[in-house]
């Protein structure tokens, strides 16, 4: 079991960044593939990212390469997403997910977090 919290969320005007922290409970941390997903208002979940659990191997959605960094911290159980030149398009409620198992981008990971909310501003 993993329980998952993001925290980082905030307003941020156009241009400017945020780093987004997925801190985890349990001592099994670094047994789990990470994965960063945002949902906008009437929009459906969409992936952003994922981290393999020992950090080597990342992916990110095409329309974020560039901007956005995925990183974990195993020995602080904690993963991050670091986002840079947001846009207002980027506003969602960004949630991270867990699993054992490799998912990539689809839905289909064990466990998640509440979700931080991004709002940028033009």
């Known amino acids: 079991q993993v329980q998952l919290v993001e925290s980082g969320g905030g307003l941020v005007q156009a241009g400017g960044s945020l780093r987004l922290s997925c801190a985890a409970s349990?001592?099994?941390?670094?047994?789990?593939?990470i994965g960063w997903f945002r949902q906008a208002p009437g929009k459906e979940r969409e992936f952003v990212a994922w981290?393999?659990?020992?950090?080597?191997?990342?992916t990110y959605a095409d329309s974020r390469k560039g901007r956005f960094t995925i990183s974990r911290d195993n020995a602080k159980n904690t993963a991050y997403l670091q986002m840079n030149s947001l846009q207002p398009e980027d506003t969602a409620v960004y949630y991270c997910?867990?699993?054992?198992?490799?998912?990539?981008?689809?839905?289909?990971?064990?466990?998640w977090g509440q979700g931080t909310q991004v709002t940028v501003s033009s």
């Open positions: 997910a867990a699993d054992r198992f490799w998912h990539g981008s689809s839905l289909n990971y064990d466990y």
């Open positions: 349990g001592r099994t941390f670094s047994s789990y593939t």
């Open positions: 981290i393999s659990s020992g950090g080597g191997r990342t």
